[in-house]
């Protein structure tokens, strides 16, 4: 399995913003975030398919997150703006090379997490 190394969660008010960084050793099919709170599912909140360079966000935070990569760094990044309480969870970095759709959640290699809380 591949390290994937998440970096930049934290602590922060209703409101405000964090960056959320994933350092990998290589590009895979499929890489997004995901999120998990207590007592919840699993939740996509951002993929990239990379081949084609499409983005999906789950509907909790079109408009607010934004998720992007920068290859020389090998780095994806996931900005948070106007943070909500609801966004409290612990956030996953992952990826996966089958070439398929990459709107589920089976990714073959996940990093560690970093754990964001937002207070209202």
């Known amino acids: 399995q591949v390290p994937l190394v998440e970096s930049g969660g934290g602590s922060v008010q209703a409101g405000g913003s964090l960056r959320l960084s994933c350092v990998y050793t290589?590009?895979?099919?499929?890489m997004g975030w995901f999120r998990q709170a207590p007592g919840k599912e699993r939740e996509g909140v951002a993929l990239?398919?990379?081949?084609?360079?499409?983005?999906d966000y789950a509907d909790s935070v079109k408009g607010r997150f934004t998720i992007s990569r920068d290859n020389a760094k090998n780095t994806l990044n996931l900005q948070m703006n106007n943070l909500k309480p609801e966004d409290t969870a612990m956030y996953y970095c992952a990826a996966d090379p089958t070439k398929r759709p990459c709107n589920h959640d089976k990714y073959s290699d996940w990093g560690q997490g970093t754990q964001v809380t937002v207070s209202s």
């Open positions: 990239i398919r990379t081949f084609w360079g499409t983005i």
């Open positions: 290589y590009s895979r099919y499929c």
